[in-house]
């Protein structure tokens, strides 16, 4: 469980494949705090770390993770948001992110706000996902690249974020331009009101 407070931005610095999974070894300033076995959410991918050595870390994505995220875009030296899992012992500056990203969104403008920067995202909708709780609500929270943010302006595939310069430039939304693909992870709250509507 997550809160989608990014802690850092890690650099990518090896990709290896096998079969149809992926390991991404990766360097940030907490590695030797991490533990083979823990969590940690890569642009809002909760991924297991299976090793550390050398002041790196390494994780695995499998072809669901890869096929469902922008992971498999990533190339050696990309920046990826990190985060650890949450501690249950503080506030909840965020809000209840599981790791599970439901599917890619493509940004399509960036628009200044006088200091900050609206970003607009689009993602393939339909009415079978809407049913599920895949959709955004104005002032409802999504999650994109594991950044926790407040939606404004939807539309049935669309949707508004506005970024404060801090969020901008100690998250890789620093490198998000028109066209970047990213990671969009929907409410839990919704999907499971959705899904209760259903009975």
Known sequence: ?????????????????????VDFTLRCSFVDELKIDQSVAHNGVCLTVVKIEDGTYTVTA????????????????????VERSMLMNGRLDGHIVQGHVD????CIAMEDADGSTYFTFQYAANKEMAHRGYFTVDKGSVTVNGVSLTVCEPTDDTFKVAIIPYTRENTNFADIQVGTVVNLEFDIIGKYIARLSQF
């Open 62 to 81: 499998m072809k669901e993770t890869l096929d469902r995220s922008n992971l498999g875009l990533l190339k050696e030296g990309d920046r990826v948001n």
């Open 1 to 21: 469980m997550f809160s989608g407070i990014v802690e850092e931005m890690a650099t990518v610095v090896a990709i290896k494949k096998y079969g149809e999974n």
């Open 103 to 106: 599917e890619t969104a493509t």
